[in-house]
């Protein structure tokens, strides 16, 4: 089993692409994904990559955590599961905030 690693501060030049290439040397890559602003299609300077094995995953931690990429120090670790507060996605709904007003 894998582990998907959370990547954080990359240079917005980075695409899903070339995330992916970054971490082939460390192991077999299953995924890789710059998280996109969804108005604006820019990137939002993180994204996710998921390694096929745990020893694959853990190499890629010690060699890219803190590494310097376009003038920007790398923040890998251990993609923490989404917090489940019950809802959907997206937090849209419940437009107007406040309670019900009778």
Known sequence: MGKKLYVGNLAY???SESLE???L???TVTSAQVIQDRETGRSKG???VEMQTDDA???AISGMHEKEL???SLTVNE???RE???GGGGGRGGYGGGGRRY
Do not use: C, H, I, L
């Open 13 to 15: 030049s980075v695409t």
């Open 21 to 23: 290439q970054m971490f």
């Open 25 to 27: 040397e460390f192991g």
């Open 46 to 48: 993180f994204g996710f």
């Open 57 to 59: 995953a853990q190499r």
């Open 70 to 72: 376009d003038g920007r």
């Open 79 to 81: 993609a923490k599961p």
């Open 84 to 86: 489940s507060g019950g």
